[in-house]
């Protein structure tokens, strides 16, 4: 290992996401990806652990710096105790492991469904536009709140250990070439799927996205901030820079959201008539996030 490596432990690394993180972080770190089955082709050191088992996730830290939390149940599957104990009890695990083993670097992939979007209950209309983390998480959906208590226990921790630790909300994810990706592309482009009284997929996460590669490089930068973050816990919005959708962001808003009156940096919005309604503007100044990728390029 070279000197300025960091020995890094990628949870979830066999999955869609953390291919792409793997790729981002492999260049200048030492990784090993722990998951519940090997990747195909690997060729990084593998542990295979379930996050529920506490003593198989102490031993999975043991001689590690630094960890990438990428692991959980992506979306509400309606097994809310599954959820729990993946997503909630396996984040508490892998906190409390890293305390014993005096890991003190994390970066915890959180969601844009922490706020409350795409599973609720009811609907969800936000306070304002565009989207901040100041706006308040709330979340009725069994998934939304997992990812909401993630965050709560990442700052706990933070603060009784001194454990440094970025949580990063990621909107949906766009992994190029996939037939999701091409299927939500074709639907986009079509001008009737805006005048389909159905069409809420995308309301319901305020079209926002950020492309896989986009969302691996906002891991590695946030893994580099953590040596100097003075903070000891974050929370940044990553996202891409434009909306995925074809009709204007503020024509969305008054379609969508008539009741949403609040609205930020107006004129913004006039210059750039794409721009993004989720606030990306934190990881942008902090961490030096600038997304490369646009739906667009899938056309």
């Not at 305390?99 to 209309?125: C, H, L, M, R």
């Not at 008054?254 to 009156?261: I, Q």
């Amino acid at each position: 290992m070279e000197a300025n490596e960091v020995k890094v432990l990628v949870t979830g690394g066999g999955g869609q996401l953390g291919k792409y993180v793997v790729e981002e972080l492999k260049k200048d770190h030492d990784i090993t990806i722990l998951d519940l089955v090997k990747p195909k082709d690997n060729q990084h050191q593998f542990i295979e652990a379930n996050l529920a088992h506490f003593e198989d996730v102490k031993r999975a830290l043991e001689d590690t710096q630094a960890v990438i939390h990428l692991a959980a149940i992506p979306i509400d599957t309606g097994e809310v105790h599954k959820i729990w104990q993946t997503n909630v009890t396996g984040t508490f695990n892998l906190l409390e492991a890293a305390a014993q083993s005096n890991t003190k670097k994390i970066v915890a992939a959180s969601s844009i469904d922490a706020y409350g979007f795409e599973f609720w209950s009811k609907p969800f209309t936000p306070d304002y536009f565009p989207l901040d983390e100041k706006h308040p998480c709330k979340p009725d959906d069994s998934y939304g709140m997992s990812k909401m208590i993630g965050e709560k226990l990442c700052y706990g921790y933070s603060r009784r250990y001194g454990t440094l630790i970025i949580c990063l909300r990621l909107a949906t994810i766009l992994y190029p070439g996939s037939q999701e990706a091409e299927h939500w592309v074709s639907e986009v482009e079509n001008p009737e799927f805006y005048m389909l009284p159905d069409r809420v997929q995308f309301k319901d996460s305020i079209w926002a996205y950020v492309d896989a590669r986009d969302a691996a490089q906002a891991f590695r930068l946030s893994l580099e901030k953590l040596g100097d973050y003075d903070l000891g816990y974050g929370i940044y919005n990553i996202g891409a820079r434009d909306i995925f959708s074809q009709v204007d962001s503020l024509e969305l808003i008054k379609r969508y959201y008539p009741d949403v009156k609040m609205i930020l940096n107006e004129e913004g919005f006039l210059l750039d008539k794409k721009k993004a309604l989720f606030d990306i503007t934190k990881a942008q100044k902090d961490l030096g996030y600038e997304p490369k990728f646009t739906w667009r390029e899938h056309v």
